[in-house]
Nanobody
Framework: VQLQASGGGLVQAGGSLRLSCEASGMLYTNYRMGWYRQAPGKQREFVAHITSGGTANYADSVKGRFTISRNNALNTVYLQMNGLRPEDTAVYYC??????????WGQGTQVTVSS
C-alpha cells in the first residue's frame, strides 16, 4: 500500500486548504480512508475517516469546518478544510485500513495556519 498526500501549505486563519491523498497497491474500494494529524510536541490524533460506502466521521474539533470525501475511480481521498484556525497547524497524514490489515500511512503534508 502506498499513500501519497499533497495540498498542504501556509494559510491565514479563516482560510481554506484542500488535501488530497492518492492510494496505490491496494484494492482501494475495500478500504476505509482517513486523515490524522500531529502537532509539534503532541500525539497523532484522528481528524476524519470515510468508509468505502461513503459514511464519514469527524473529530469534534473539526466538525462543521472540515469535509472528507473520496473518489473511488481515482483512488483518492480528499480533506476540504475551511475556517482554519492556528490550532489546526500540524502535519496531516493520510491513512488506510480495513479489517484484518494494519493501518497504512502516507508521508504527511504540513499545514500551517497563521493568526
Amino acid at each position: 500500500v502506498q499513500l501519497q498526500a499533497s495540498g498542504g501549505g501556509l494559510v491565514q486563519a479563516g482560510g481554506s486548504l484542500r488535501l488530497s491523498c492518492e492510494a496505490s497497491g491496494m484494492l482501494y474500494t475495500n478500504y476505509r480512508m482517513g486523515w490524522y494529524r500531529q502537532a509539534p510536541g503532541k500525539q497523532r490524533e484522528f481528524v476524519a475517516h470515510i468508509t468505502s460506502g461513503g459514511t464519514a466521521n469527524y473529530a469534534d474539533s473539526v466538525k462543521g469546518r472540515f469535509t472528507i470525501s473520496r473518489n473511488n475511480a481515482l483512488n483518492t481521498v480528499y480533506l476540504q478544510m475551511n475556517g482554519l484556525r492556528p490550532e489546526d497547524t500540524a502535519v496531516y497524514y493520510c491513512n488506510s485500513w480495513r479489517p484484518g490489515t494494519s493501518h497504512a500511512w502516507g508521508q504527511g503534508t504540513q499545514v500551517t495556519v497563521s493568526s
